[in-house]
């Protein structure tokens, strides 16, 4: 499951609705990141509030 950090408070509390009003499961983690299914992912991105590229990993990758 990718993980998505937001930095901007707005874009983090929009997309925490967005995917409430979506339902399924999702995860918050400190420091603005949610663990989130792919669907949700394109969901997010389409609305502009995920970068479309490097703006997810996979659990476990660290950056380099």
């Not at 925490?16 to 339902?23: A, D, N, P, Q, S």
Request: glycine residues 12%; positive net charge.
């Amino acid at each position: 499951m990718p993980t998505v950090q937001i930095a901007d408070d707005k874009k983090y509390g929009k997309a925490i609705g967005l995917l409430l009003e979506m339902g399924g499961i999702f995860r918050t983690k400190p420091t603005r990141q949610l663990v989130i299914g792919p669907a949700q992912l394109q969901v997010l991105r389409v609305a502009g509030l995920v970068p479309k590229t490097n703006g997810a990993r996979k659990r476990g990758q660290k950056n380099d």
